[in-house]
């Protein structure tokens, strides 16, 4: 492996563990939030505002090598695209979606424990209660993968919006006039430029695609297996079409927001880590 390989690959698994990290500290009430208004029961049957912090253990440990696992994907896949396929938005989407497959191999496990937790499912209140409860109980690995194909459902139609709207952002936008020439521009860090651009890009795909995050939050928290037609039948039958857009306000807010900082620190430390010759 060359020295550029290397960097290639070490630029975007730092520079997205930071950014993982930084969004899953700031905004995991929020996604607590979230969790409790769209699980069965609803908010204060399911904890209310006690214990907001429950399951972040289990998401600040997949957080960095999801958020690594994307990037290293997304980064390197959008650039050998480039021969192949001209326009930015196909790259863009291609690319953003194997990236977040890569990332949802981590993130799934630890999004099953981390809303089992959050819910209080069975009464087990902590991270690690749960994963043993999931390997020991239901005896069978893959139990941890519960909600994979939900999750993937949500994950590539949100990648698909976001990621193409936050790179035409990011390259169309955020010039500002100083008043004189028109040539004459004040320049806007790239931090900045990501975090503005992934606030904006980050709260249309999520509002648009929490129907389907409805649905992976009834599955994971489920106990035995779920098919998804059948539960979104039942889901509107029992509670209306609108239980398919419970959680849109915290879950846009905490996508927009942790859009902000994921985007914006990525961008930042990625910059930085340029500066000092790890491209």
Not at 153 to 167: A, D, H, K, S
Not at 171 to 187: P, Q, R
Not at 242 to 266: D, E, H, M, Q
Request: hydrophobic share 40%.
């Amino acid at each position: 492996m060359t020295k550029n390989d290397t960097n290639n690959i070490l630029n975007p698994l730092i520079s997205g563990a930071c950014a993982g990290i930084a969004t899953d500290l700031a905004f995991f009430p929020i996604d607590t939030i979230k969790t409790r208004l769209q699980a069965k029961g609803g908010f204060f049957h399911n904890g209310g505002y006690k214990g907001i912090y429950r399951g972040l253990g289990s998401c600040i440990i997949a957080s960095a090598p999801s958020a690594s696992l994307f990037f290293i994907t997304y980064d390197n896949l959008k650039q050998q695209l480039q021969p192949y396929i001209n326009s930015p938005v196909y790259r863009h989407i291609i690319a953003a979606s194997f990236g977040e497959i890569m990332a949802c191999t981590v993130r799934v496990p630890a999004e099953v424990i981390k809303q089992r937790t959050q819910a209080k499912f069975h009464g087990l209140s902590t991270s690690l209660s749960n994963l043993k409860y999931i390997l020991n109980s239901q005896s069978t690995f893959k139990n941890l993968y519960r909600g994979w194909n939900s999750t993937i459902i949500r994950e590539i139609p949100f990648t698909m919006i976001q990621f193409p709207l936050y790179e035409w952002l990011k390259s169309h936008t955020w010039k500002l006039k100083t008043g004189g020439s028109t040539n004459d521009h004040i320049v806007i860090s790239s931090g900045i430029k990501g975090a503005i651009s992934g606030m904006i890009a980050g709260g249309i795909a999520a509002a648009l695609t929490t129907p389907l995050d409805v649905l992976k939050t009834r599955i994971m928290l489920s106990s035995g297996k779920v098919q998804v037609l059948p539960l979104l039948t039942q889901l509107i039958k029992e509670e209306g079409w609108g239980s398919l857009f419970k959680g849109i306000v915290p879950r846009t807010c905490w996508i927009s927001c942790g859009g902000a900082i994921f985007l914006g620190c990525y961008e930042l430390v990625h910059n930085e880590l340029i500066n000092v010759g790890i491209e």
